[in-house]
């Protein structure tokens, strides 16, 4: 199967698997991610077809709305590609790069790297900060029915991977759990660009915030 068509039958099959999504993790986050890792690749030495696959593929079954299953993921998307006929070296490519590019999968020793994942990682950490990444935490928060803010919860700088899955922390927590660390966790000169002006959007939003909060 020519590349093209494999991608048109992809694309397909996650808009039909994820028509019901959650906002921030539905087809809309696939399409950013899937944009910005093959803006990316233009400006990496990388198999592009095992990107697209990755960036269209990454949150198929994603672990936290499946139980806590991380495996649910890399099967759902094996189980399409090899319906598709793709060869088995990809479909392995591909499943280790869903399996170890959350920012979940930072909190062990990281076993797996190629360029191919460096890339998408990179592309799902840019829809995860500035503008678009502000609006997915708060709806994400709102899905979970998290509060927006609460000064007597501090952030924690020192979970636990478990700790991190779990938690019910306040979406303003989240901010400094993760978000404003993902700048310095970028893989590619082309992403790091791109994420400093998405960091520097939250910062100041964060300035914003709670300057409503304590009008001087």
Not at 40 to 45: V, W
Request: overall charge negative; proline content about 2%.
């Amino acid at each position: 199967m020519d590349h093209a068509t494999l991608i048109s039958r992809t694309v397909a099959f996650v808009k039909e698997t994820l028509k019901h999504a959650e906002g921030g993790h539905d087809w809309w986050h696939i399409d950013r991610v899937w944009t910005n890792a093959r803006y990316i690749a233009r400006h990496e030495d990388c198999d592009l077809l095992i990107v697209e696959l990755a960036a269209l593929l990454h949150d198929i079954a994603d672990s936290k709305f499946h139980n806590g299953d991380e495996e649910i993921g890399p099967a759902t998307a094996a189980k399409f590609l090899k319906s598709q006929g793709v060869d088995e070296a990809i479909i392995t490519h591909v499943q280790q790069i869903i399996r170890h590019m959350s920012f979940k999968a930072s909190f062990g020793e990281v076993t797996f790297h190629s360029k191919e994942l460096a890339v998408v990682q990179d592309a799902d950490r840019l829809d995860a900060i500035g503008a678009i990444g502000i609006a997915r935490a708060f709806t994400y928060g709102g899905h979970k029915g998290r509060e927006i803010y609460n000064p007597d919860i501090p952030h924690n700088l020192n979970m636990t991977k478990e700790q991190y899955k779990n938690t019910t922390a306040p979406t303003i927590n989240h901010f400094y759990e993760k978000l404003l660390l993902l700048k310095d966790k970028i893989n590619t000169a082309t992403a790091r660009q791109m994420a400093q002006q998405r960091h520097n959007f939250m910062e100041q939003f964060l300035e914003q915030f709670y300057s409503e909060i304590s009008p001087e």
